[in-house]
């Protein structure tokens, strides 16, 4: 564990398996962070806290453009461990996995040097102070970027911060832990804890001196998360599902408005949480598009993630790869129309998914509801835009979407309608200075950019 800018050995003798999603073999062991060891990590970072708070902003964006610089000069040790602990291919690794926390911590080391910590308000001073001690739960689906996404605005803001990564990636974490102590952080200032959700996490969430919990995660987890955190008044920020609307109006180019809504839900081997999961087409163009997509989706061969020519690799893990195939068994039983994959595995060995399209998607089927996160597609008509509207905003979710039109002022209108955090106009490129969170069951709270370091922030008005 790293505790207190030192490794130190875990309080208790478990382990945990990291197994290599491509090959199903053990890969490394980590041991299974408990009670005791958050207590220890909550410790070290209160004790670091006064120090960390008390550092000028332009210091704490001094250390955070170090940790930016050595995380970019280890981007081929992160891209490859990526790689063998969640099976991303490595081509995408290198492109986003090891890529974007080191934009994302240089975004910070910025803010944190030209962000107004406090301001005069008529007869008052207002101070934007840290809100103290964060535990950070985070996600295998992004590892390194999730763990950044939090850290980084934290110490921006002047917090410190525990880790608990999820079990599937730790060696991200810990190759980030890694990282941390060569940039020269203070001791304390960041702690990384393995572990286990049940056990580690729900020890930090509960954790009577950790101020605010942030979690990254399925809508489920993060509802428990929520009630333990308000039982003990503490905030949170909650980034959960998603069940993201790809709408394209009849006057976009769909042949490019497909080919990207298909490349969209196969990054990553669909394990993105604000994946374009349902492509909503007007009735008049569906065959067409529909036809699109089948052509669209052929070149995403599952294949070994080592390959730089890969462009699919397996979903995590044996529990997911189970998960995925009966959503995929459950849209055939509701009556969809299977036009490419399946659920049958395309290898024998590995957790891997064919790269999956669904026809005569219907709104109320399970498919077009609840997140799959996998490769699979779902595509859904419409008649009007109004019907459009409704099927776009009609889940529990609210995370993300697209849409695509002719006229951008057209694609703007439609997404002002849509009850979803983030809208991606007619392609529109990720920036991480925006913020990041959803409507809905799809969380509280935003992160990245500015929205996301006022979640680390609490308010104080002096007057006089």
Sequence with gaps: MYIGGEWRPAAGTGTIAVVN?????????????????????????????????????????????????????????????????????VRLSKAVHASSPVAVAGSYAELAASYAFEERIG?????????GVVGAITPWNYP???????????LAAGCVIVVKPAEDTPLTAQLFAEAVREAGL??????????????AGQALAAHEDVDLVSFTGSTAVGRRI?????????????????????????????????????????????QTCSAWTRMLVH???????????????????????????????PVVNAAQHARVRGY??????????????????????????????????????????EEIFGPVLSILRYEDEDDALRIANGTVYGLAGAVWAGEESEAVAFARRMDTGQVDINGGRFNPLAPFGGYKQSGVGRELGRHGLAEYLQTKSLQF
């Design 226 to 270: 929520g009630a333990t955190a308000g039982a003990a008044v503490k905030r949170v920020a909650l980034e959960l599902g998603g069940k993201s609307a790809n709408v394209i109006l009849p006057s976009a180019d769909h042949a490019r408005a497909v080919k990207a809504g298909v490349a969209n839900v196969m990054t990553n081997s669909g």
């Design 123 to 131: 007869n008052s001073t207002v101070l934007m102070e840290p809100v």
């Design 328 to 369: 995929i068994d459950k849209g055939v039983a509701e009556g969809a129309r299977l036009v490419a994959g399946g659920a049958q595995p395309p290898h024998d060995t590995g957790y891997f998914i064919a790269p999956t399209v669904f026809a005569d998607v219907t709104p109320e089927m399970t498919i077009a509801q």
């Design 186 to 199: 203070p001791p304390g200032v960041v702690n990384v804890v393995t572990g286990i959700g049940t056990v």
């Design 21 to 89: 999603p491509a090959t199903e073999q053990v890969i490394a062991e980590v041991p299974a962070g408990t009670a005791e060891d958050i207590d220890a990590a909550v410790r070290a970072a209160r004790a670091a806290f006064p120090g960390w708070a008390a550092t000028p902003p332009a210091e704490r964006a001094a250390r955070l453009a170090a940790l930016r610089d050595v995380m970019a000069a280890r981007k081929d040790e992160t891209a490859e461990t990526v790689t063998a602990e969640l099976g991303s291919p």
């Design 283 to 313: 009735a008049d163009r569906y065959d067409e598009a529909v036809e699109a997509a089948v052509a669209a989706v052929a070149p995403y061969r599952p294949g070994d993630p080592r390959d730089e020519l890969c462009r699919l690799g």
């Design 144 to 154: 390194l970027h999730q763990i950044v996404a939090k850290v980084a605005p934290a």
